[in-house]
Structures are given as structure tokens and as C-alpha cells.
């Protein structure tokens, strides 16, 4: 039967408060495929120093890890909340945003997608948490599926003033004429 429990975490900090290494002895000596778990929190000025991304608040991390034959697989997951800008009205909103990665540390890594484990049974965390992070981050962020965007012409946010085009008809050809007398020599 697999179940999960607690482990104690050693964290080693380095001078710029990143997190360095996670202690996974307690993991490797044992002798069944117990899941384990553990919670870390980073603030927002480590976050900020490792991905370059502001979050609104320190973001808790859980981390699952599961033994294997030669090292541990660990699965680290968040939840941030998150200011974004929207791609088609520009317009700033709040995010919340969850993402997961799952990496495999071996004593011996064989292919690219096994990471080394420590000869004091440490691993370096610090890849999979800005990953974990990142690929939280939607790639196309939008403030609602409905959003009307920009006008193509003036700018104006089309979600603010949804009858843009009927309300001013002849705004667009003013801007274009004005375009037409602009000579670039």
C-alpha cells in the first residue's frame, strides 16, 4: 500500500537566498515505494531573484516524492497569484495561476532527463522550482475569453467603450487622411 506522510526538509541558502539543495537521504533509505511530501515557501524577493517575474505574495511549493530502484523522483507543484497583462487589450488583471513538474534524480544518471544526486544525498531544486513557476505562467495571457481588444486604427480599448465603431463612424477615415499627407522623404 503506498501513503504519504511528512519528511523534515534541509534547505542549504546560499547568499542570494536561493534555494540550493533538498536533502533526500531520509528518501533513499528506505526500503518500499512510500509517496512523501513536504512544503516549502519562497518570498517574493527570491522568486524575483530566480525568474525575474514579481508575484504578489510568497508561494508555497508541495513537494511529492516517490522512490526508485537507483535515486527519487520529486513532483513540485504551486499555486501563484500573479499580475499579467492582457495580450489583446493591454489592460493589467490578476492571475491565479498552478503548475507542476515532475524530475527524476539518480545516482548515476544515464540519459538527459536524469539529474544527479549528491554524494551527501542532496538535490539541487533550484531548475525545477523556476520551471515550476514559469510553466505556470500562461504563454498568452488574455483577461477574459470575451475581450474585444484594441481598435486597429486609434487604440482605443474596445471592453471600455463597446460602441466605438457606431458612435464615431468618420474617426477612422479623419485618421487615415491625416496618414495620407505624411510624406517620408
Known sequence: MIFSRKIGIILIMSSSDAIERFSVKEMLQQTDSELVSADISLTQNVIKDLTGIEVEAPITFNIIGAKLDDGVTLTTSTTLPITLQ?????????????????????????TEDQNP?????????????????????????????????????CGENLNTHPDHYTTHPNHHETIDTLGNHIRIK
Open 117 to 153: 544526486i549528491s554524494e551527501r544525498s542532496t538535490v539541487d531544486l533550484t531548475q525545477q522550482l523556476i520551471d515550476t513557476i514559469v510553466l505556470a505562467i500562461p504563454t498568452v495571457p488574455v483577461c477574459k475569453e470575451s475581450c474585444l481588444g484594441l481598435c486597429q486604427k
Open 86 to 110: 492582457c495580450v489583446r487589450c493591454l489592460d493589467q488583471f490578476g492571475h491565479t495561476a498552478s503548475g507542476s513538474v515532475e524530475t527524476e534524480y539518480v545516482k548515476r544518471p544515464e
